[in-house]
């Protein structure tokens, strides 16, 4: 069914100037506007790597779940999730890292509440996204009525 080693590619496209919004694609999709953030100098009005940060990881997550649900016929209404990032500089060696990702899961119309919340969970170990960082995460599950 799947043929690995899975590649995607994307572009990015962009002028000189710590304010210069940029494009990013993939394909034939519509471009995603990037800017730097303004805690940088930058002009805050796109969507920052932070912001594309938290959403793969948070995407590829309720993708494995989505996949997961279908093979075990399991169903829900809907799935939410709410991410946060954290950034913060290493002192001793003058870098930059993302630190920790904190992503809020909430489910309702679970069709089985407990087999949703472990394929929930089988979701998360199993997330190539988040598998590839090394960013700390945590995580809180919610299943609703």
Same mark, same amino acid.
């Given at each position: 069914?799947?043929?690995f080693p899975?590649?995607?590619t994307?572009?990015a496209f962009?002028?000189? #100037?710590?304010?210069?919004?940029? @494009?990013?694609?993939?394909?034939?999709?519509?471009?995603? %506007?990037?800017? !730097?953030?303004p805690? +940088?100098? #930058?002009?805050?009005?796109?969507? @920052?790597?932070?912001?594309?940060?938290?959403?793969?990881? %948070?995407?590829? !997550?309720i993708a494995? +779940?989505?996949?997961l649900c279908?093979k075990?016929n399991?169903?829900?209404?809907?799935i939410n999730?709410?991410a946060?990032?954290?950034?913060d500089?290493?002192?001793?060696?003058?870098i930059?890292?993302?630190?920790e990702i904190?992503i809020?899961?909430n489910?309702t119309?679970a069709?089985d509440?407990e087999?949703?919340?472990?394929?929930?969970?089988?979701a998360?170990?199993?997330?190539?996204?988040?598998?590839?960082?090394?960013?700390g995460?945590?995580f809180?599950?919610?299943i609703?009525d």
């Open positions: 069914m799947f043929n899975f590649k995607t994307i572009t962009s002028t000189s #100037g710590v304010e210069t919004k940029w @494009t990013t694609q993939s394909n034939s999709l519509p471009p995603i %506007t990037c800017s !730097i953030p805690e +940088f100098q #930058g002009a805050g009005e796109a969507y @920052t790597p932070e912001h594309l940060f938290a959403m793969a990881v %948070t995407n590829c !997550i494995m +779940f989505k996949v279908s075990s399991l169903t829900f209404k809907n999730a709410e946060t990032v954290s950034l500089k290493d002192q001793a060696n003058n930059l890292s993302l630190t904190f809020r899961l489910v119309g069709s509440k087999l949703i919340k472990q394929t929930l969970d089988n998360i170990k199993s997330c190539p996204v988040g598998n590839s960082i090394k960013t995460k945590t809180q599950i919610n609703k």
